[in-house]
Each structure stands twice: as C-alpha cells, then as structure tokens.
C-alpha cells in the first residue's frame, strides 16, 4: 500500500507518520528548502510559524482536551512537545526549533517514509492527502481549484515579533503567571493609564507594511479574527486591546502594589530564555514602525528585536461543500485533504485533522467505511463543522466548547460544566478507538 502526502507541516507529518507507524508506505514531498512560503524560514519540518504556544494544556479547557484526544490517536505533534515544552503555566508551549527537528527527525528516519524536497504543481492521481497549508504555493492552488471548481478563500494571518530576553528592562518588567496558574511563566511589562494612551495614539496612527507580495488579483483581503494584527484590533475602539491582549486582570506592579492599567506580557520562545515573544501581538506594521512603537512598551525601550512579526496570505478551502467529515474529497475517492487548508484553525486543530485523514485513508486502502469520531469528542465536532452543508458563511474555526453537543442535565458551573463535557468526549473516543482497534 503506498499513500503520497503532499506536506511536511504539522498536518502533513501527522498523516505520514500515522500511516507509516501501520505500515503504509508513505511518499512525503515537502518543498523546503528549495522554496519558502513569506512566512516560513527554518528548514525542518512542522515549522510553528505565528506562535509557539499550543495552547492551554487543562484537559478542562477546549485546547487541552483536544490534545488529549489526539494522544490517545498517537500524536507524533505531542510526542515532540512533550520533549521540546518550555515553561507558560497553564499553556503548552515550546522550543520551536527543538520542536521542529524532532518531528523531523521522527520523519526521516522512518523506515516506511520517502522524503522527496521537490515542490508539487498538480495533483497526483494516486492515492493523496493534501496537507500543503495556507500558504499553498499558487500552482497547486490553481490545481486544487480547476479540480474542484470553485474559488478559494484567502484571509491573512500575522506573526507576532519576537525580542532577546537580555534587552528587556527587567527593573520595570515583572514576573507573573497569566491568569494565576503555575509558575511565574509570563514576564510582564506593566502600563499606566498615560502610558497606555500614548502607545495606543501610536499604534493605531503607524504605517502598516504593504500586502501586495502576497495578493491575487482576483482575492479580496479579509483578515482572519482568530490571528488578528494588534493594530487592526486596536482600530475597534481605544479599550479593544485593553480587554484583549493588554488584560491585567490577576497581576499587580510589585513597584506600585496596584493593578495596571495595561499589561504587555511576553512568554518563552525557546527552553534557554534567550528569546521572548509578545504575547497577542500579531502584527503587519513596517519593521522600522514595529520599533518605534513597541519600543514605547515599559521595560521594552532597549528592545533587540530577534524578528520582526509579518503578515502572510492564508487560503482555506470551500470545505463544507467539498469534504465529508472524513476529510475526504466528496467528488475524488482516495484524495484527502488535511490542515488549515480545511478550515480548521490552530496549531493542534491542523494537527488533528492530519491524523483523521490518515487513519480514514487507511480506512479507505482496506475497503472500510470511514470512521465516524463522535460529536461529543472535540475531534469529531470540528469534523463536522468543517463538513457541515447548512454553514454557508464559511470562516476557519478553532476548538472551542461551544461546538460540543450540551449535555443531558444543564450545569451552570462552568468548570464542573467543562470537566463533564471532557470526561463525555474522552469516553466516547476510547470506545471508537477500541471498536477500531478490534475491526483493523
């Protein structure tokens, strides 16, 4: 049996790996480093490219029971996160770099894995799952449309900038754990009301670098809310970021004993500490206007900027009219797609989708009807979002508790409502998985 998956993104590796660890021979081609998208720079694999956070890690919440969904279905992406995590209390987060080369690494090394650097301009006839991303090189994104005659999504996503941990002002800047949970992870560079109100004039008048490196003519922008540039946010109103990003709620200025009026917090980029990225600042404000105005965040005058946040193209597919809950493509038997591409938003979102494609096209490579993860788990709740005929406006989305079936007995405690709804969905996946074990 021989499956060809077309990217080597989290998304991409997720389905090589699943289909390789059951036996699948598995051609991956991956178009690094030959070519880089705008956004992508590192050479290996499953490249984290707007943040390095995964998210919250509490099995309680949306993003972690969603993670323990995918360790149960053997996630290559946690297996690498587990061994590359740095410290951001309650979230999930990593060395990117570390994170990377151990994916690759798991990669290359497989025995039932061909890795082919060469860049794919049409679809391949056999057996496939598309996992080439947002930023699909436009001759496969041609392809992918002639195929399915219809016009691709396009919104823009944006990177926030990342500044070295010896340039931030540690006098002024504090220590503190976002939202009281574990450790000091979150360093915090506080904001007084006045301080507060020039960098907002600032921010909202600075000039935004150009999008037409990454435009189509015929694509209108549309920028995505889930990965919003802190400048556009900014624009809705002068508390927009206040009650976003630049929350407060839970920390005190040891130098002032009170709450600030704002808060810019910065977490771990790598396990060393070296590199710090701020916090919900995805941006697409010129480099030199980056400078400026985040030099006038407190603790960060001195700033060495180790990159510069950017803003790139993102294109999804029209995905509830052309794919099943299985990822499959409804009109091409054998062909799957996987990743942001679909619809799904988020680093483990992506992942997740990469590891249900693989194991329906296993499904498929052995005459067996697709697999159908409950609604009640979060896996298979994005599953049918994505799928869903009946949504018309079509916009990415991310795990959330809200896409979950309510349960028998209303709860109005929202922890102990959260904590039944996971305790439902794993269960439901543990006995999918068994009937799967036991069929395949």
Same mark, same amino acid.
């Given at each position: 049996m021989n499956v060809t998956v077309i990217g080597a993104g989290l998304a991409g590796c997720e389905a090589a790996y699943w289909l390789a660890q059951h036996g699948v021979s598995v051609r991956l081609y991956e178009m690094k480093p030959h070519r880089y998208t705008p956004a992508h720079h590192y050479s290996g694999f499953a490249e984290l490219v707007c943040s390095n956070?995964?998210?919250?890690?509490?099995?309680?919440?949306?993003?972690?029971?969603?993670?323990?969904?995918?360790?149960?279905?053997?996630?290559?992406?946690?297996?690498?996160?587990?061994?590359?995590s740095v410290a951001a209390g309650g979230a999930l987060a990593v060395d990117r770099t570390r994170f990377s080369d151990y994916i690759t690494e798991k990669i290359k090394s497989h025995p039932n894995i061909t890795v082919i650097s060469e860049e794919v301009t049409a679809i391949p006839e056999e057996n496939c799952i598309i996992a080439s991303g947002p930023l699909t090189s436009d001759a496969l994104a041609d392809a992918i449309s002639e195929l399915v005659h219809k016009k691709r999504l396009s919104f823009y996503d944006a990177a926030a900038p990342i500044v070295t941990a010896d340039s931030i002002d540690r006098t002024v800047v504090f220590a503190a754990s976002r939202y009281g949970?574990?450790?000091?992870?979150?360093?915090?560079?506080?904001?007084?009301?006045?301080?507060?109100?020039?960098?907002? &004039?600032?921010?909202?008048?600075? &000039?935004?670098?150009?999008?037409?490196?990454?435009?189509?003519?015929?694509?209108?922008?549309?920028?995505?809310?889930?990965?919003?540039?802190?400048e556009v946010m900014a624009k809705r109103g002068a508390d927009t970021i206040r009650f976003g990003p630049l929350k407060p709620v839970g920390l005190r200025d040891p130098r002032t004993g009170?709450?600030?009026?704002?808060?810019?917090?910065?977490?771990?980029?790598?396990?060393?500490?070296?590199?710090?990225?701020?916090?919900g600042f995805q941006t697409n404000l010129k480099f030199g206007e980056q400078k400026r105005?985040?030099?006038?965040?407190?603790?960060? &005058?001195?700033?060495?900027?180790?990159?510069?946040?950017?803003?790139?193209?993102?294109?999804? #597919?029209?995905?509830?009219?052309? #794919?099943?809950?299985?990822?499959?493509?409804?009109?091409?038997?054998?062909?799957?797609?996987?990743?942001?591409?679909?619809?799904?938003?988020?680093?483990?979102?992506?992942?997740?989708?990469?590891?249900?494609a693989a194991k329906n096209m296993f499904r498929y490579l052995h005459g067996k009807s697709p697999l159908s993860l409950p609604a009640q788990?979060?896996?298979?709740?994005?599953?049918?979002?994505?799928?869903?005929?009946?949504?018309?406006?079509?916009?990415?989305?991310?795990?959330?508790?809200?896409?979950?079936?309510? #349960?028998?007995?209303?709860?109005?405690?929202?922890?102990?409502?959260?904590?039944?709804?996971?305790?439902r969905a794993l269960s439901a996946l543990d006995e999918v998985l068994q009937k799967e074990r036991e069929e395949l």
């Open positions: 956070s995964l998210k919250a890690a509490r099995i309680e919440s949306a993003a972690g029971l969603l993670k323990e969904e995918m360790r149960r279905m053997g996630s290559l992406t946690l297996q690498s996160a587990a061994t590359c949970r574990g450790d000091d992870d979150y360093l915090n560079c506080p904001m007084n009301k006045e301080e507060y109100e020039r960098f907002y &004039e600032a921010l909202i008048s600075a &000039e935004s670098a150009p999008l037409h490196a990454f435009d189509r003519s015929d694509e209108s922008v549309t920028v995505y809310e889930g990965c919003m540039p802190v009170h709450r600030p009026w704002a808060v810019v917090q910065l977490r771990k980029e790598n396990a060393e500490g070296s590199l710090y990225n701020l916090v105005v985040f030099s006038m965040i407190p603790g960060l &005058e001195h700033a060495e900027f180790a990159r510069y946040g950017v803003m790139h193209r993102n294109t999804f #597919l029209d995905s509830p009219r052309l #794919l099943s809950a299985s990822f499959a493509l409804k009109t091409r038997p054998g062909l799957y797609f996987a990743g942001q591409m679909t619809g799904v938003e988020g680093y483990m979102e992506s992942a997740m989708s990469g590891i249900v788990t979060m896996s298979g709740a994005l599953s049918r979002y994505i799928s869903d005929e009946t949504v018309t406006d079509f916009q990415p989305m991310g795990a959330n508790m809200g896409i979950l079936p309510p #349960l028998d007995e209303p709860i109005r405690d929202k922890k102990e409502r959260y904590r039944q709804l996971a305790e």
